[in-house]
């Protein structure tokens, strides 16, 4: 997994992708800083400022994508 | 299973549901066989409230839940000792006087959404802070008309006795996308899971089979589902399938369970659905009722499985599965002591399954058995 921090709230998460489709992040503190998952939890599906941090380091190839096919 | 092998003989801290509240306020006590052990249940006759104790009476053992309910107290139908929803023992009518210190061990208890819950911890220490079962604040049970105006139908509720399975298998259901294809006959073309805290989600979308001629209330149509325990035992699956003229139907499934031994368990399911537009409140009862058989159906399906598969703890996996691995490090959390839960169990983590591959193999398969058999049938 890679690090990614993201560019709304400045965490770091650690990110996978396995293909472009896949992604896997692992969070490694609280989410109390991430103004859209704060008190929501895992009934939150995700950020979508982090997606978009995740999307930019895709795009700009600072994080590979194991099968991008 | 065929060999059980290293099924743990601990049962997870969480709180567990023990069914609809209604179910145990008929004056009478009732037996769950729950946690290798029995429990009785009873609602008191004055506070009204439903208390869970041990069910072997503490004096020679007779069974509380074959006992009388008297005032507040549940009485042992061998000598007729006396027990507070407290533990506390109340009275002893053929003696003095009440031995010091005489307990029993109450269980700590819940009621929300219409359902019994019980605390279960090893170490015997209550909740935590945020540990409980979140009410179904969408669903009005109150309404300012009166009880029969509600939107929402009220619950079906069964329950099914699986044996020779450790109750891990049926949580291990949320990260398995490709068994829903395979099993239940549905193709998930979205499948992400979440995981924080002591909450596991999973959020589905999937259309039906075409090939299965499944005949399943619901089956043929699409859905979305967001789903997510609560612990480890207590889900709630809320569901949306588009009808196809604009309106959606609304349907929110709790699956729960409660260990009985190591190798077996209780699931309970339970089914209410939201009234359509120019529906009656008795179509819509219907309507759980037979989205209720649906799901029977479906755990069926599972239980076969289970019933015959062996416990794996370190799985062979694909890239094509789901995150088996994160979801067993969530799950380990209820059972190790609360001072050896390791960040790594609680720490968000979100994992969007790449359904595209699976959906492009899933298509040959199903325009094969199709062009092979003309009609959908049995794949």
């Known amino acids: ?69 | 299973m065929n060999t059980p092998r290293q099924t743990p003989a601990r049962f997870a801290r969480g709180w567990h549901c023990l069914g609809l509240a209604r179910q145990f306020t008929d004056g009478r006590p009732h037996e769950i066989e729950a946690f290798g052990t029995k429990l009785a249940v009873f609602r008191g006759r004055d506070d009204g409230r439903l208390h869970v104790l041990d069910a072997y009476c503490r004096h020679m053992g007779g069974n509380l839940a074959h006992g009388t309910v008297k005032g507040d107290t549940l009485a042992c139908p061998f000598h007729d000792w006396r027990w507070g929803g407290d533990g506390k023992c109340a009275a002893i009518p053929y003696a003095q006087r009440v031995p010091l210190r005489a307990r029993t061990r109450a269980w700590t208890t819940l009621e929300e959404n219409g359902q019994l819950f019980v605390w279960h911890d090893p170490e015997g220490n209550p909740p935590g802070p945020g540990v409980t079962i979140p009410r179904m604040d969408w669903i009005d049970d109150e309404p300012s008309d009166g009880p029969e105006a509600s939107e929402w139908s009220d619950w079906t509720w069964d329950s099914v006795l699986v044996e020779g399975a450790h109750c891990r298998e049926l949580v291990d259901n949320i990260v398995d996308m490709a068994h829903f294809f395979y099993v239940h006959h549905s193709v998930p073309t979205r499948f992400t899971n979440v995981f924080e805290g002591h909450v596991a989600a999973m959020y589905v979308e999937s259309t039906p089979r075409r090939d299965s001629g499944m005949e399943l209330i619901g089956a043929d149509l699409s859905l979305r589902s967001d789903a997510a325990y609560y612990g480890p035992s207590y889900m709630i699956d809320r569901i949306w399938q588009p009808l196809g003229d604009g309106t959606e139907a609304e349907t929110v499934l709790v699956n729960c369970h409660y260990p009985v031994t190591a190798d077996s368990f209780v699931l309970m399911y339970g089914v209410r659905v939201r009234r359509l537009p120019g529906t009656t409140a008795r179509q819509a009862e219907d309507m759980a009722a037979r989205t209720a058989r649906g799901m029977r159906v479906a755990f069926d399906q599972d239980i076969e499985i289970w019933r015959h598969k062996t416990r794996v703890d370190s799985p062979l996996l694909s890239d094509g599965d789901g995150p088996v691995y994160q979801l067993r490090r969530w799950y380990e959390q209820f059972y190790v002591d609360a001072a050896e839960v390791r960040p790594e169990m609680t720490d968000r983590f979100e994992f969007e399954v790449d359904t595209r591959r699976a959906g492009e193999a899933w298509e040959r398969e199903m325009a094969a058995n199709l062009a092979r058999t003309g009609t959908p049938g049995t794949p």
């Open chain 1, 1 to 69: 997994m890679r690090p990614v921090t993201c560019e709304e709230c400045g965490t770091g998460v650690l990110v996978e992708k396995r293909s472009l489709p896949h992604t896997s992040v692992q969070w490694t503190g609280p989410t109390d800083r991430c103004p859209q998952l704060a008190g929501g939890g895992a009934r939150i599906e995700g950020c979508t400022r982090l997606r978009a941090s995740i999307e930019r380091e895709v795009r700009e190839g600072r994080l590979t994508v194991a099968h991008d096919d």
